[in-house]
């Protein structure tokens, strides 16, 4: 998904030894898959692992719910409070081995540097703004960007204020990339690409920070408590094609047509039984016999998540920027009459997808805030 990027200075030739006004630089390799995938490498003033202490951290246990009923859920996430920091105010809705699901409203700013160590962090910035600092660099955010975290990066989410910051955050087990479909064999985008490498930011500038710090280091649901003695941001250049970026929504060019198409046309990014995609405001269904609203479907094999930012005109039946939607695997689903009628529907919304390989379990905490009636919502006499 990324280019190759280069950011401050490095040597000449990899693996070289590098000094800088006299002092040596320790280089670092972040690499997947072992040796053999994308990798980035860093030059560090200080050896990147000088840890003098190691504590046990909270854990992210996720109760999930015990689910005697399959059936369609509306989760009404507005409903969720302000709760911890941007690490600890994760709030999981869905959930299973391949992604977490959640909401985010922090209600103070995340003080420790954070790393997850075994998932890419997807965030989508629903409102507020503010920079996330890493090791790479930083990269101001603002709304409706996505910031595409990958594992092994050590951050810190700094808001601008807190007040309506909301975010929707998912922790995902694959690597998160573009579709290989978007690519050429060069592993360029394609001119057939909803975005272009243009379309990533990544980091702008460097932090050059020095001394000692905390660190918490995630694995699975375990959170570790590093104390290192220099700080992972004293970084002086970096090359490599691993880094975070962020995307804003609003840079996807939706694909429409004479007649509704399949939610594929609109998938952003791709991991291991995961898709995520983009549904933004887009003209459908140009032609004069096109069906007003798109078709009900049935995936036999994969959830479909849908997060709304914003509702078009006329908004759905139900749901309100904040919900979430999860139509499960085996049952038909499409589109609930009554208010949206009209021929532009479901054109105007502005929202995330998700859709999963593997069945996703409810949280308890998602059954608090679920609209029990969501599932009878396609009765004629329950609409309107
Ligand atoms: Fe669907």
Redesign the pocket.
Known sequence: MRPYARLGEVPRKRHMRFEREGEVLHEELIGRDGFEGPSSLLYHRHLPETAQDVVEGIEDDIPVESEKVHEHAHLEGFRLQAHGDTITGRQWLLVNDDVRIGLLAPQQQQEVLFVDASADDVLFVHAGSGTLRTQFGRIGFSRHDFLVIPRGTVYRLELDGLDAARLLVMEVTGAIDAPDRYRCRSGQLTEAAPYSERDLRGPEALEGESGPVQVWVKRASRISCYSVDQHPFDVVGWDGSVYPVAFNIHDFEPRAGRFALP?PEHQAFAAANVAIHCLVPRRSGSDAEAAPL?YH?M?LDRD?V?YFVETGQPAPPRVRPGSLTH?VGGLP??PILGERSATSAEAGDLAI?VETARPLHRTQLARQVIDSDYRFSWRPATTG
């Open positions: 939610l798109p479907h995936s479909e849908r139509h689903h499409g997808g």
